[in-house]
């Protein structure tokens, strides 16, 4: 970007205009009049896709060369990028680029393997089901790549190298000959061999008899050559190094790699486990939320990541809206947490719906390790881990279903789970909606960016204005939340908002201006 289009905030930093994101490529798109099969209507009436294709979730390596999706169907797909390959020049000689050229990222299908198949619980009558839940790239080695996936009770560590094929050659026999002469005298030979054990014969009488079988040329071989292996072709193979199993009584909701890349902890709706890569059948519980009365519980844990560059720190989400920030230094089961983010509850601004959309489904570090993002069913806050009082910054996602509340609870869309994710500079971030819509957030102190995007071949929307409105009374917020149920959902534009297509699962590239974003069993990649 040149300076001269940039305009200096009050405080001190360079306000960036807004992106301007262009569509890069799609994958799983549905070509026009193709017949697929409909899916069931626990999906929430989602149609015209493959219920087990419908994409869960999706991770960019660290050097965002590689990106994985996963599905319900258990699959991991694996894609690379291809845009980089061909050009001269290390990846610090591709970065000194100026940066007022776009490059369009262009990725291609890598590979995909079965990750996880359907289970079933016989203790506990429990069907365990193949959806992958999360996957997190570890460190490669040997140019081989190493990733953990999980389901809802199953973690698994695998390896995807290329391996090549090995073919005999140099053989003595004619190819030709050898299929029409070779395979009748093997067959005899073995006939053979099993009519003689079969008799009474000993092994050695039946060895003698093969030599019957076989003949030599005409002219006789006038040199033995030995077979020579040699490969040509090569074909990536995906195999589970490790099974990370029975060490969780509740979903998995979390997996993350700790920086050190030894250790990762996964985490359920009550607790979370410390585990070391190389040790499959034992991990350690270092957050325990259970009550010792179920009655008595409060909250369940959401979300939970270490930081990127302290292995001994990390942070977890709740149900009722807060992060806490925990040290692996300060005692082995860490009941107390070392600090706490929340937002001050508003005077006389809570109603039956407050405490469910207050819940955060997904947290993300930045790439340094100063801000947290998080995201509730309304917002997006980013957080600063050294100020506890409060968030930086508060993004309103969809504001315009405040009034729809009702509805949204009745059909169960109010718990649905968005992701949130940080560009690599740590500028923007971004996170989905509904109708497939996705939003990305300046968040550079005095920026007004708020970009509007569709998941389509045409992603640019106008961005949907958040007027700020006065506050109300708890019962005016009732009585709005119930004459909002008789009108139909449209955004601030005059759309209409569907909410059986929700847009969930997106990730930003680690160091360039590049999303990708899943709508049902299509990926969806966008630059800017």
Same mark, same amino acid.
């Given at each position: 970007?040149?300076?001269?289009?940039?305009?200096?905030?009050?405080?001190?930093?360079?306000?960036?205009?807004?992106?301007?994101?262009?569509?890069?490529?799609?994958?799983?798109?549905?070509?026009?009049?193709?017949?697929?099969?409909?899916?069931? /209507?626990?999906?929430?009436?989602?149609?015209?896709?493959?219920?087990?294709?419908?994409?869960?979730?999706?991770?960019?390596?660290k050097t965002g060369d590689h990106l994985a999706t996963g599905d319900r169907g258990g699959r991991v797909v694996l894609f690379e990028r291809?845009?980089?390959?061909?050009?001269?020049?290390?990846?610090?000689?591709?970065?000194?680029?100026?940066?007022?050229?776009?490059?369009?990222?262009e990725f291609r299908y890598k590979t995909e393997f079965q990750s996880h198949e359907p289970e079933f619980d016989y203790l506990k009558s429990l069907e365990i089901e193949e959806k992958i839940n999360k996957i997190r790239w570890c460190q490669t080695a040997n140019s081989a790549l190493f990733l953990l996936s999980t389901n809802d009770k199953t973690i698994k560590f695998w390896k995807v190298q290329e391996k090549k094929i090995k073919k005999?050659?140099?053989?003595?026999?004619?190819?030709?000959?050898?299929?029409?002469?070779?395979?009748?005298?093997?067959? $005899?030979?073995?006939?053979?061999?099993?009519?003689?054990?079969?008799?009474?014969?000993?092994?050695?009488?039946?060895?003698?008899?093969?030599?019957?079988?076989?003949?030599?040329?005409?002219?006789?071989?006038?040199?033995?050559?030995?077979?020579?292996?040699?490969?040509?072709?090569?074909?990536?193979?995906?195999?589970?190094?490790?099974?990370?199993?029975?060490?969780? /009584?509740?979903?998995?909701?979390?997996?993350?790699? @700790?920086?050190?890349?030894?250790?990762?902890?996964?985490?359920d709706d009550l607790r979370i486990n410390l585990w070391n890569l190389e040790i499959s059948n034992q991990s350690f519980n270092i957050v325990d939320v259970k009550p010792a009365n179920m009655e008595d519980l409060t909250e369940v844990i959401t979300s939970a990541e270490f930081h990127p560059t302290h292995?001994?720190?990390?942070?977890?989400?709740?149900?009722?809206?807060?992060?806490?920030?925990?040290?692996?230094?300060? $005692?082995?089961?860490?009941?107390?947490?070392?600090?706490?983010?929340?937002?001050?509850?508003?005077?006389?601004s809570k109603s039956f719906f407050t405490e469910i959309i207050a819940s955060i489904s997904d947290i993300k570090f930045g790439r340094d390790g100063r801000y947290i993002?998080?995201? /509730?069913?309304?917002?997006?806050?980013?957080?600063?881990? @050294?100020?506890d009082s409060g968030p930086v910054a508060t993004f309103q996602v969809h504001e315009y279903l405040r009034?729809?509340?009702?509805?949204?609870?009745?059909?169960?869309?109010?718990f649905d789970k968005f992701e949130c994710c940080l560009s690599g500079d740590g500028l923007r971030v971004a996170t989905g909606s509904y109708s497939n819509l996705f939003r990305v957030f300046g968040c550079v102190p005095?920026?007004?960016?708020?970009?509007?995007?569709?998941?389509?071949?045409?992603?640019?929307?106008?961005?949907?204005?958040?007027?700020?409105?006065?506050?109300?009374?708890? $019962?005016?917020?009732?009585?709005?939340?119930?004459?909002?149920?008789?009108?139909?959902s449209v955004d601030a534009n005059g759309n209409s908002i569907?909410?059986?297509?929700?847009?969930?699962?997106?990730?930003?590239?680690?160091?360039?201006?590049?999303i990708a974003c899943a709508a049902a069993n299509s990926l969806y990649m966008y630059y800017a």
């Open positions: 970007m040149n300076g001269g289009d940039e305009v200096v905030a009050a405080s001190g930093r360079s306000l960036r205009p807004p992106l301007e994101w262009k569509f890069s490529q799609v994958f799983g798109e549905r070509a026009a009049g193709e017949e697929i099969q409909e899916v069931c /209507d626990d999906h929430h009436g989602l149609r015209n896709v493959f219920a087990v294709d419908i994409i869960s979730a999706i991770e960019f390596d291809t845009d980089t390959k061909d050009v001269g020049g290390s990846r610090r000689d591709l970065e000194r680029i100026d940066h007022t050229v776009s490059r369009h990222p005999i050659s140099e053989m003595n026999v004619d190819p030709s000959k050898a299929v029409s002469n070779g395979t009748v005298a093997s067959s $005899s030979s073995s006939n053979s061999h099993r009519t003689c054990l079969a008799n009474g014969g000993s092994p050695e009488r039946s060895y003698d008899s093969l030599s019957n079988d076989f003949s030599f040329p005409p002219g006789g071989i006038p040199s033995l050559r030995l077979p020579v292996v040699t490969s040509h072709e090569t074909s990536l193979v995906a195999r589970c190094r490790r099974v990370y199993a029975h060490a969780h /009584d509740y979903h998995i909701n979390s997996i993350s790699n @700790n920086s050190d890349g030894e250790t990762f902890i996964s985490a292995c001994n720190l990390l942070a977890y989400s709740s149900s009722k809206g807060c992060i806490r920030l925990i040290d692996l230094r300060q $005692s082995a089961l860490l009941d107390s947490h070392a600090k706490i983010f929340e937002e001050p509850e508003q005077p006389g993002l998080s995201r /509730d069913y309304m917002t997006l806050k980013l957080w600063d881990i @050294n100020m009034p729809k509340l009702c509805d949204l609870y009745e059909n169960d869309s109010i005095g920026s007004t960016e708020a970009t509007t995007l569709e998941a389509s071949k045409n992603p640019m929307r106008k961005p949907v204005p958040t007027p700020s409105r006065p506050s109300r009374s708890l $019962s005016s917020i009732t009585r709005v939340v119930r004459r909002g149920a008789e009108s139909p569907d909410s059986t297509t929700k847009l969930l699962h997106l990730a930003w590239h680690p160091s360039e201006n590049s």
